[in-house]
Each structure stands twice: as structure tokens, then as C-alpha cells.
């Protein structure tokens, strides 16, 4: 008889197992880091803007303007995951210890699986920094030519894996889109006490977090 695989459930890295604050902060980092390499302080500006992310392109073309847009998108995410994984290290309490032993504790059942935006390269750095190498039994990342699009990663995972039971997730909302036009059950892990996310259900705690895995 074939083995029967355990069930997924899909989780997502920010704001679950780590808080927001490194990938909210790490676009400060960045564009510090971009006012060394250009010697620019001006660029700085960029920071206190609340359309700060387009200012990303524009600093890629002065500081590399002879790689092709998918080369300096590649290189500009690696340069943003730099920073994450500095944060991280600077500052240690962002783990959310309880949840991912929580976690750990269902892989008896269940498959965990991170469905992240982040590259290859990038989970594997954040993973060793924040203890969680041996949380999650599938990881599906953002290729690194890629844009920061969750639609795309959702897509190559079902491909691979199917449909999960359950999607367990931060404040994105195109994740939560994606699930309700492919009939995955979602909920927002909002445990920063975030602004809710219209049409999806929120969970503020760890106790109602397995109040609601016991239903599944």
C-alpha cells in the first residue's frame, strides 16, 4: 500500500514565526546603505516617503546602470534580504519563539510548509539567524529574478503540492486574494495587532491559533 502523505499546512515567515519589524526596517537599512555606496546622502530622502519603494529603481540605475531591469531587480533583493538578515541579527526578540514551538509540536501530522516571497538564498539565512532550520517540511521561495509577487510563489507551490489545508498568514493581502480564488481556507495570523484584513478571518493569540488548527 502507498504511504499516505501527511497534510499541508501553509504558513507564511513574517509576522507568524518573526515579527514584521526586520522586513519593515530593513528598507531603512537599505537606502543607508545605498547613501554609502553612492557617497549621496540625498538619497536618504527616500526613506521618509510613504511611496519609499519607488525610489528602489532609481537608486539600481545609478549604482548599476549597465545590468539589465531583471539583473538590477535581482541584485536590489539581495541587497533589501542583506538587510533583513542584519536587522535580525541586531535584534534577536523578533522571534516568536511560542508559535514556531507550537508549530514544531504538529509536524507529527501535519506537513508545515513556508510559502515566502523571500529567495532561496535569503530563507536560508533568516532560518539559521532565527533558529527555525528545522521548522518547515516544504519551502517555496521567490526566484530571484522575480518580483516581490506572493501570486506567483502560491502557484508554483499548488503545482508541486497541491492545495494546502489551510493558509496561515501575515498582513499581505494579495495572499489571502489568491486563497479565496482557489478555495484555501485562510486566516490572518494578526498577533501585532495590525488593522484587519476585510473578508478574512484574524486570530490575535497563540491560544486561538490552536483552537483553530483543532478544527481542521
Given at each position: 500500500?502507498?504511504?499516505?502523505?501527511?497534510?499541508?499546512?501553509a504558513t507564511t515567515l513574517s509576522g507568524l514565526f518573526v515579527k514584521h519589524e526586520p522586513w519593515d526596517k530593513a528598507y531603512i537599512l537599505w537606502y543607508e546603505n545605498m547613501a554609502k555606496k553612492l557617497n549621496d546622502n540625498s538619497v536618504k530622502q527616500w526613506i521618509d516617503r510613504p511611496d519609499y519603494f519607488k525610489g528602489v529603481d532609481?537608486?539600481?540605475?545609478?549604482?548599476?546602470?549597465?545590468?539589465?531591469?531583471?539583473?538590477?531587480?535581482?541584485?536590489?533583493?539581495?541587497?533589501?534580504?542583506?538587510?533583513?538578515?542584519?536587522?535580525i541579527k541586531q535584534n534577536k526578540d523578533v522571534n516568536n519563539k511560542e508559535i514556531s514551538d507550537y508549530f514544531k509540536s504538529l509536524k507529527t501530522k501535519y506537513r508545515i510548509a513556508l510559502i515566502t516571497t523571500n529567495t532561496e538564498?535569503?530563507?536560508?539565512?533568516?532560518?539559521?539567524?532565527?533558529?527555525?532550520?528545522?521548522?518547515?517540511?516544504?519551502?517555496?521561495?521567490?526566484?530571484?529574478?522575480?518580483?516581490?509577487?506572493k501570486r506567483i510563489?502560491?502557484?508554483?507551490?499548488?503545482?508541486?503540492?497541491?492545495?494546502?489545508?489551510?493558509?496561515?498568514?501575515?498582513?499581505?493581502?494579495?495572499?489571502?486574494?489568491?486563497?479565496?480564488?482557489?478555495d484555501i481556507p485562510r486566516v490572518?495570523?494578526?498577533?501585532?495587532?495590525?488593522?484587519?484584513?476585510?473578508?478574512?478571518?484574524?486570530?490575535?493569540?497563540?491560544?486561538?491559533?490552536?483552537?483553530?488548527?483543532?478544527?481542521l
Open positions: 500500500m502507498k504511504h499516505k502523505e501527511k497534510p499541508i499546512i532609481e537608486v539600481m540605475k545609478r549604482l548599476y546602470p549597465k545590468l539589465s531591469d531583471e539583473d538590477r531587480t535581482t541584485k536590489a533583493r539581495e541587497l533589501f534580504f542583506d538587510s533583513v538578515v542584519s536587522y538564498d535569503a530563507v536560508s539565512r533568516i532560518l539559521s539567524v532565527t533558529y527555525l532550520d528545522d521548522l518547515f517540511d516544504i519551502i517555496e521561495c521567490s526566484l530571484p529574478e522575480e518580483k516581490d509577487d510563489v502560491f502557484s508554483r507551490f499548488i503545482e508541486k503540492y497541491g492545495k494546502p489545508l489551510i493558509y496561515i498568514g501575515g498582513g499581505r493581502k494579495d495572499s489571502y486574494d489568491y486563497c479565496a480564488e482557489h490572518f495570523a494578526n498577533l501585532e495587532g495590525e488593522k484587519d484584513i476585510p473578508g478574512v478571518r484574524s486570530i490575535y493569540t497563540l491560544n486561538e491559533l490552536e483552537k483553530r488548527i483543532e478544527r
